[in-house]
Structure formats: structure tokens, C-alpha cells
């Protein structure tokens, strides 16, 4: 008996096959705006809708190489140091604040009697529903926008964490204090490092949404960003230069999620998540 | 009893709601005991070593450790669970440091090296056969490795009583056979004071130099108490001594003699001795006054 290539319960494909066919969508898809856009402009040179890659290759060169003729800066880098530095200031303050909020919330009772009522209710406003609450309590300037990243995301790490610190075996506890620890020291040294891989996944699970997030407050009230850009530009539909910085706001995530998986596989050897 | 007991429970009396657990559990170890308890499924062996932990605290009686009153969990006594003993994060070298560690470092520092405690704890791990795998994680070793490193872990902190709780539950025979082995060297070479818990009645009388039977399977004096109204006591308390750690005294005559009998003391359902009938051998053993 072999086991089959491809199809069924018992299917093992190869490594050729694995590659080929990870690829298959992606080309699928690329021929078929291909194919699409070259139709359009065969139709219609001066179409914007499916613009050509030799356009999108220009446009993006131009943004990325040519300072702006208005503020003079390099659209493309200046964009994506702003976008990334909202992030990070967002996301980074909901994963320490989540960090240790849940873990208290999981070790004693009565932080989590006292928090808990008001996080679970919390976590339930639509951030972007208060959005405007938030521009008017923090201003449009930066700290609007990230804190609604912070808002957006800090619920999810916060009930993340307090899981995660509840499913520590109690005996671990027990045996700590058996070794002399103070209630501190097992809280922030025997139960926070292992928390840190746990906290790293979650900061990637939660880095979906606060894209979601700084892209809708940079569309609504900004001056740089990625999408203040995209926003911008769409006023003259100039998908040559939306459909590239669509791209590479994807490979940005894709790029943070790969290198905080590595990070978590490189700092903590021993959790073991099946996630290889 | 020339010395202050290791450990001296009396009247110990616990309940959940309606259901009484444990009754008038009176009990006193002395200093290098190695006291295994046993009893059937259900009987409150984990109710007993948890309120000995400090975990949980009786509804009544008083329960001491060394001389004093037992607290929440502490370095008074130490504990080698059956599983989740340890931290999966160090590596076995950190695990057996981390003691030192939390009871002489601020938490809030980053760790400092101490070669002093550094070298003690290498040579635990020598004398455990562990010292190849000091840098090893815990999920790197086999069940069996894991357990000797929690038992070398708890020993550094030199605690006046090691709890066990069915420590050797987990691992298959013959891995169990040779923890047992090295348990019983490291309880003659430390000159430690034990209690294990387990429910295997085989490893109870090989390891124990006294053996408890806790049991909610006897009879008394009092009507109108349903079975599982009572609680459970200690029904048996035996001085083992065969003479040898050798394994072989498992295969024994007299051995297994001890088996069947306990089992038919503790274990039985069918088999209700009365209060006043209870096998107490032990000398340390608390006798309930004649009705």
C-alpha cells in the first residue's frame, strides 16, 4: 500500500507538490489580472482600472525614488515610517497593558472581581464606533489614531493573557511557594516568561485588526500614511499606485507576523504551540 | 518520642458541604519516616496531602509542621507532584537553581550567577544521574528523568518533610521500579522525612517504613450515618521493615501476606471492622480511646 499523492485521509504529497501547488492560486490569479488588464487597455490605453505592471512598476519607482514636489518627501518611506510607527506605538502599548492586566486578572481573584466586569464589556464597543470620540478626546493628531489601535486591540491580549494564565497548573504555583517564592516573584518570574511566547501569538493575531484600524483612522483625519495615501489617490482612481501599496501593506504584515514567529521560535525553545 | 514531630495531625476533620471526607484523622510522624499512605479511590488521600500542603485547611482539628501551625504553602515543607512539577520554561539546570534563587535573589533583579549554588546543584544533579541533561528543557526528557529532576529540585531546599503525590503514577513499570529504588537510597543517604500518597498498595509496602491505610470502608458506634456520610479514617497503620530495599521482597511470602491483608482492611467494601478492631501496629500509631 502507498500512500496516495494528493487526495484523501492518507495523502502525503511530496515537497515538489507541496511547492507547486502553495503556487498554483497565487499564479492563477496574477495570469488572470494579466490577461484582464491586458484586454482593457488593447480596448482602452488610458484605462485606470486594471493598470499594467510595467505602470505600477513606474508609479511605484516614482514614489519610492522621487521626493514629493509639495513636502518633499519620499512618499513611499515617509508613508510607511508613519504607518509603522503608529502601529507599533498601538499594538506595543495593548500587548504591555494586555500582558499585564490578564496576568494579574489570572493570579489574583480580586483584580480579576474588580476588571473583569468592565473588560468584557469594553471589548464589545465596535472601536470604530467611538472613533469619533476618540478624535475629539485625543485630537486628529497622532494620538487619536493610536489609540484606537490600542482601543481595538488591547481587549483581545487582556482575556488572551487571563486564559493563558489560568491554564498555568495550579501545582506550579504550590510548588513555587514550596521553593520560597513571594507571591511578586511567581507572578512576574515563574508565571509571566511563560506567558511571553503565548503574548507573542497573540500580538499576531491581533495585528490583522489593528491594520484594520490604523487604515481606517489614516482614511478619515491624516497627512501621511499608507493609507491616507490609498484614500488620497482614490479621489483620481489611480490603481497603479493603489493596487502596489495594497501589496505592500500586505507584505509589511506578512514580514512583522514572520519575524515575531521566528522571534517567539528563537526566544522560548520550549513552548511548543504545534505551530511550525 | 524524644524529637518534635515532622508532622502531627489530630482530630483532622474536613468536609465538602454534607459530605464528609475525612474523619478524626489523628496522626504523628516522626523524623525519618518514610510513610506512605494508601487507600481506595475516593478515600481522600488528595484531601489529606492538600491540607498538609496548605492548600486547603481542615474544618476543624489542628494540623503541624515541625512544631507549628501549617499555612498556606511554604519552603516548610516541599512537594513532588505527579505530573506539572517542573517549570517548563527553565532548563533542568534553572529548575533546581530557581529555589535558591527565589528565597535569597529580589525578584525584580535579573537573576545573578552564584557558582556556589551553581556547584550544589551540579552535584545533586550527579548524584541523581541527571548531570548530562542540566541543560536539557523538561519536555527533552522522559517522564521518568522529569520526575528525578523535580525530586532533586525539591531536595535542594533541604524541606523538614517531602510530600510526594503519587509521584510515580505516571511512568511505566519498569521506570517506576527503578524511581522507587532511588527514592529509597536518597531517603537513607538524606535521612529525609517522607510522605507519599499513591494508590498502589505494592508500592505503598516497598517503599513505606510505615504504612497508613486511610479507609472509608469501617464500622463504629454511631447510627444512623449513611456510608458516605462518614469519613474516612485511618484504618491500618503498619511498621514495615523486610529487612532489604532489594526488589525481591516484593516476590515475598511475607510480602504479599501484607498485601492481602491490607486490602482486606482498607480496601474491601465487604470487610467492615469495627473502630476498636483496627490493625494500629505502628508505636506512633493513635489508638481511638475504648468505647
Redesign the interface.
Known amino acids: 500500500m502507498h500512500a496516495p499523492k494528493l487526495l484523501g485521509l492518507h495523502a502525503s504529497p511530496n515537497r515538489g507538490l507541496r511547492i507547486m501547488l502553495g503556487l498554483l492560486p497565487f499564479i492563477l490569479v496574477i495570469g488572470l489580472y494579466l490577461w484582464a488588464s491586458d484586454l482593457r487597455l488593447a480596448d482602452n490605453p488610458k484605462d485606470k482600472l486594471l493598470p499594467s505592471p510595467s505602470q505600477m512598476v513606474d508609479n511605484i519607482q516614482r514614489l519610492a525614488t522621487e521626493p514629493d514636489k509639495r513636502s518633499g518627501k519620499i512618499l513611499l518611506w515617509s508613508d510607511t515610517l508613519a504607518s509603522l510607527s503608529r502601529i507599533a506605538m498601538g499594538a506595543g502599548a495593548a500587548a504591555i497593558i494586555g500582558i499585564l492586566l490578564g496576568l494579574n486578572m489570572g493570579m489574583f481573584k480580586g483584580f480579576s472581581v474588580l476588571f473583569s466586569p468592565v473588560i468584557n464589556f469594553i471589548s464589545m464597543i465596535p472601536p470604530l464606533a467611538i472613533l469619533p470620540i476618540l478624535f475629539i478626546s485625543f485630537g486628529i493628531g497622532e494620538l487619536g489614531k493610536v489609540m484606537l489601535i490600542f482601543i481595538g486591540c488591547c481587549p483581545f491580549i487582556i482575556r488572551d493573557m487571563y486564559l493563558a494564565t489560568l491554564a498555568i497548573?495550579?501545582?506550579?504555583v504550590?510548588?513555587?511557594?514550596?521553593?520560597?517564592?513571594?507571591p511578586?516573584?511567581i507572578v512576574?518570574?515563574?508565571v509571566l516568561?511563560?506567558l511571553m511566547p503565548r503574548a507573542i501569538d497573540s500580538l499576531r493575531l491581533t495585528l490583522g485588526a489593528a491594520w484594520l484600524f490604523l487604515i481606517a483612522a489614516e482614511a478619515i483625519a491624516s497627512t501621511e500614511g499608507l493609507g491616507y495615501r490609498i484614500f488620497l489617490v482614490r479621489r483620481y482612481m489611480d490603481m497603479a499606485t493603489i493596487l502596489p501599496y495594497v501589496a505592500w501593506v500586505t507584505l509589511l504584515g506578512f514580514s512583522i507576523d514572520w519575524l515575531l514567529r521566528t522571534l517567539r521560535l528563537k526566544l522560548?525553545?520550549?513552548?511548543?504551540s504545534g505551530d511550525h | 518520642m524524644t524529637h518534635t514531630p515532622k508532622l502531627q495531625l489530630s482530630q483532622v476533620i474536613k468536609s465538602y458541604g454534607d459530605k464528609r471526607i475525612l474523619d478524626e484523622i489523628n496522626l504523628t510522624v516522626a523524623p525519618g519516616e518514610f510513610c506512605t499512605l494508601v487507600g481506595p479511590s475516593g478515600c481522600g488521600k488528595s484531601t489529606l496531602l492538600r491540607m498538609i500542603l496548605g492548600q486547603e485547611f481542615p474544618d476543624s482539628g489542628s494540623l503541624q509542621l515541625d512544631g507549628q501551625p501549617a499555612h498556606f504553602p511554604d519552603p516548610s515543607r516541599g512537594i513532588v507532584f505527579q505530573r506539572y512539577s517542573l517549570f517548563p520554561h527553565l532548563t533542568v539546570l534553572d529548575n533546581l537553581l530557581l529555589g535558591h534563587r527565589l528565597s535569597h535573589q529580589n525578584w525584580w533583579l535579573p537573576w545573578r550567577a552564584n557558582s556556589a549554588a551553581t556547584d550544589k546543584a551540579m552535584d545533586f544533579l550527579r548524584r541523581v544521574r541527571m548531570d548530562n541533561a542540566a541543560l536539557k528543557y523538561p519536555h527533552e526528557l522522559s517522564g521518568g528523568m522529569q520526575q528525578r529532576a523535580a525530586i532533586a529540585q525539591s531536595l535542594l531546599m533541604k524541606p523538614p518533610v517531602l510530600l510526594m503525590d503519587e509521584p510515580f503514577g505516571a511512568l511505566d513499570p519498569d521506570t517506576r521500579e527503578e524511581l522507587q529504588i532511588f527514592i529509597l537510597e536518597l531517603w537513607q543517604q538524606e535521612q529525609l522525612t517522607i510522605f507519599f500518597v499513591t494508590h498502589d498498595l505494592e508500592e505503598s509496602l516497598y517503599l513505606g517504613s510505615r504504612l497508613l491505610v486511610l479507609s472509608q470502608y469501617y464500622r463504629d458506634d454511631r447510627i444512623n450515618t449513611e456510608l458516605n456520610q462518614k469519613g474516612a479514617k485511618i484504618v491500618a497503620d503498619h511498621a514495615i521493615d523486610f529487612g532489604s530495599l532489594s526488589t525481591s521482597v516484593k516476590d515475598s511470602r511475607e510480602f504479599k501476606d501484607l498485601i492481602h491483608s491490607v486490602r482486606q482492611e482498607g480496601f474491601n467494601p465487604r470487610v467492615m471492622q469495627h473502630v476498636n478492631e483496627f490493625n494500629l501496629l505502628h508505636p506512633d500509631a493513635f489508638h481511638y480511646p475504648a468505647a
Open positions: 497548573p495550579r501545582q506550579q504550590v510548588k513555587a511557594l514550596t521553593l520560597g517564592a513571594s511578586l516573584a512576574y518570574r515563574v516568561p511563560q522560548y525553545p520550549w513552548y511548543q
